[in-house]
């Protein structure tokens, strides 16, 4: 059974979102270690990650005004019931760490208004709602300190905000790699990437009626 | 034919000639009168009294033994006072206490040079007043009450009985080579010196030109703007709006690094953290207090480190002094010299990569300052380490420099993150492979999920 569970905007964003944080790590890693790596000058790095940057939070305003106005927005709802998030978290860890390898089916199974599974559900609020956001601000108070000299000090400093921007940018390194490795264990290697480029996934009909 | 001249006639011919001649001449005479012609000013010469004076001290080599052991020159050049603009004072103007029965005292009240020409400078405040306020607040002032016999007074700098208008603006005439040496040198070889020196229509700047004449000020003790930089940009106007075209954050370029950390290719560089309050005003020794610092420093050559920073920092802020104590960072060249070796701005540094990146030598060298009670800098050697410690988040999150003062530890979490992140996903496929390899693997699904070793779930494992 296919399911309609990326709706075109949902899609624009995320891809454009990928590209941008590909472009944003590397030009990020190319101003930081300009000496260990030198693909492109320091200025044009900063050129290309305040231009990103930008285009970013512009890309993140889409998302969010997508899913404000939408009823899809229930797919980021927070399962209130701590009880059961906590054990659908643990069977959804419980598979990826062994499950998976024996041949268990997911315990999973995506419907058009939820399609997280618990772990992801909680990731990506955190990514969404917290880092996301924390990213942008810092960012921002970043490409231009002396005109945000005022919120730099109140929050202790260049030095405090540039550690917290680098330590959401390291967040971001570990995420992609394992978001990325996560995206091959569909039904195939190449199922997820499919979903999210048209939009349609594969779901077992019978997971889907329980 | 020749024509024949009678008496009369001859008469008649001489007369008007010894009229022209008559006129002639008292045209001259008048014109000399009346038409003005330069004059040539007369050498100015000293009064009748100057020279009852200068009788004696126009003698060369002049002078006198002081109790101290020191000479007091007593010379006084004729010629040079008559030309000087004290000349016309006269002697007394500012000799009013010598009384010329009694001269000389049978007794000698002065006790040291150093003195006399001290006591003198009240002399040349009944005129100077204005002069004499602005050295008094200067650091050359400072320095002078604080007993610093090196410190220069009036006499100093200008030579009383030999002053001239506008000396002081030749190159080879400033009298703060005479303490300055080495940064008189320096200046020389800079492009100021060059353009000053290659065109007397020259606006660049010697040392007044950026120091002033009189209201000296230590470097440390100003916020920004208010040290050199603001005479540097007193000339050069628009150079903000210049490096915005290309320089992220010119701005803040401007605040924390000095114009000869960029402008002086060849020199060494150096961070201060000045010891400041929440309105940025400089921590002085005796607020802060010393031996804290000593006691920190100790006799380790490489100064003091990250984490004795962080806890000097911690105590001042509990010790009770007023208000918070912050460091505020500044890029600059290692010494005054260097700072005065400004080249022309086609070799000023551009390559942000110069100070961007980890062990740029902008970085190895650090110290911490606090401004001592005469106004000057007083520096405490660091270890480099305290700019890219962890422990400098706290004790110098003003100063950061992307790359250059990178946190090693922030270095070391990325790679772990990228050894997390790889290693996740490499051992789970090597998990899934270990599972079918083993004949662990029994799909129960029958739309299948793959097993983390790769490959469809819908095909048996091998």
Known sequence: MRLYIHPLPVRIWHWTNALGFVLMILSGTQIRYVGLIDVVSFRTAVSVHNFVGFVLIANFCLWLTFYITSDRVRAYHSELNLKKHFIGSFRQAYYYAFGIFRGDPNPFTPTIYRKFNPLQSMIYQIIMMLLFPVQIYTGILLWDLKRFSAQVDFFGGVRVIDTVHVLVFIAFVFYILVHV???????????HFKAMMTGYEDVDEEAAAE | MEPKLDCNSASRKILPRFIETSFAIAAIAAALILVPVPAFAAEPAPSAADQNCLGCHGTAGMEKKLADGSTLKLHVPADGYAKSVHGPNGCTSCHADVDPAKHPPEKNEIASARSFATSMTQVCRTCHTDKFEQWDTSIHGALARNGNPAAPICTDCHNPHAIIKNAATQVDQVPCKNCHAEIYTAYLGS???????????????ICSGCHTAHSVKPIAAGAFGQGPEAACFGCHAGVLEA?????????????????????VPGAQRRVDLMLIDSKGKARGTEQVGVPLFEASTGSDSKGIDAQTLWNVMQTLNRSGIAGKTLLRGRLDVINGPQAHQMADKSKALSDCGTCHRAGSQAFQSVTISLVGPDGRRVG?????????SAFSVDSVSGFYAIGGTRIKLLDILLVLAILGGGGIAVGHVFLGWMFKRFGLYHPHDGHGHPPAGGGDASKPAA
């Open chain 2, 243 to 263: 490096h915005q075209k290309w320089l992220p954050n010119a701005e803040l370029h401007f605040e924390v690094v000095s114009c000869p950390a960029c402008h």
């Open chain 2, 380 to 388: 405490y050697g660091a270890n480099a380490d305290v700019l890219n």
């Open chain 1, 181 to 191: 490795y996560l995206g091959t264990l569909g039904h195939t290697r190449t199922a």
């Open chain 2, 191 to 205: 492009m100021h010196a060059k353009s000053r020196l290659g065109s007397k229509d020259s606006y660049a700047p």
